[in-house]
């Protein structure tokens, strides 16, 4: 489904929502994770909710989301190949902590909502908090999806300080281990923030063309470049030539078809590991997980549709001030930034595009 949003002052959208619903079939948690940087195998705590009065259940309350179904032309999976190995599943990671909960089950509620096939979604849940499973699954009881523990530590002596403290926090690069944590017959996955909601098919950018590249993004060639790096950066050849030869553009990680097994074959999480222990010895830029992948990446992505990520309506790192959307078709709203619709909201001081992201809200008042 697509929408095309037109502003004249204010602005005016028209939302069109199919309402199909799922059988969806639920999977047990992950029994362990990988981790490039540890050997063996990290065993996950048990995945219980807690009884103590500050529990998850005293501080949230989510209401059921309606069920979705497929339509009849998705067809029926394969009966010989049932589980996260089915071949006919669309995968979503998304990672899960308290404080950006409420954004993530609005992002999962509004992929099943205007998905043509939700029963083909499978959803990996990142997390490192224990007692998040039970939630998800109260608001979406017949969701496909798996949870996967990521421990802190594997980065916490990998992370330096940046423009913004929700940027240090160590669950905002589990994306780079996504390689390790999803079962190896997962080869491609979809990465999205928790400060978005999907108005298009999903499927649609599951079906990009990453052809020889790793990744595929929205890129913004526009954008000034430099900025994402410090001084010195640029001005020692052993750092900025890594780029020599290449074209680089920004590209917002929030939202990244992943080609899994070509980043398992090369080994790319070895190499942001890389460049972050640089960071901590040479402090080569300022923002959070965002400038490793650059380094990484940039020059080197298959192109997406600007549409798929509407980005930067969170405002800037600081003020989080309101932002228009830019011109075109819209397939994804992306709250990136410091302003967060579900805060504005709750302040009563909301921007204008917040009310695109209400709908989706399955928040309901703590007990």
Known sequence: MLWVIQFSGFFSAAMVMIVLSPSLQSFPPAEAIRSSRLD?????PS????????SLDDRFTFRKASEFRNADE????????TGVCDPSLVHVAITLDVQYLRGSIAAVHSILQHSLCPENIFFH?????TDLETLVRSTFPQLKFKVYYFDPEIVRNLISSSVRQALEQPLNYARNYLADLLEPCVRRVIYLDSDLVVVDDISKLWSTN???RTIGAPEYCHANFTKYFTNSFWSDDRFSGTFRGRKPCYFNTGVMVIDLAKWRRVGFTKRIERWMEIQKSDRIYELGSLPPFLLVFAGRVAPI???WNQHGLGGDNVRGSCRDLHPGPVSL???????????????KKPCPL??????????GHPH
Request: with cysteine; glycine share 10%.
């Open 210 to 212: 990453l052809g020889s």
């Open 354 to 363: 917040d009310a695109l992201w209400a709908p989706y809200d399955l928040y």
């Open 47 to 54: 995945f219980q909710v807690s009884t103590s009065p500050d």
């Open 333 to 347: 709203l992306h709250w990136s930034g410091s302003g967060k619709p579900w805060l504005r909201l709750d302040s």
């Open 40 to 44: 063996g195998y990290l065993r996950l």
């Open 74 to 81: 998705c067809g029926f999976a394969d009966p010989k190949t």
């Open 305 to 307: 549709g600007h549409r």
């Open 125 to 129: 849940f990142l997390v490192s908090e």
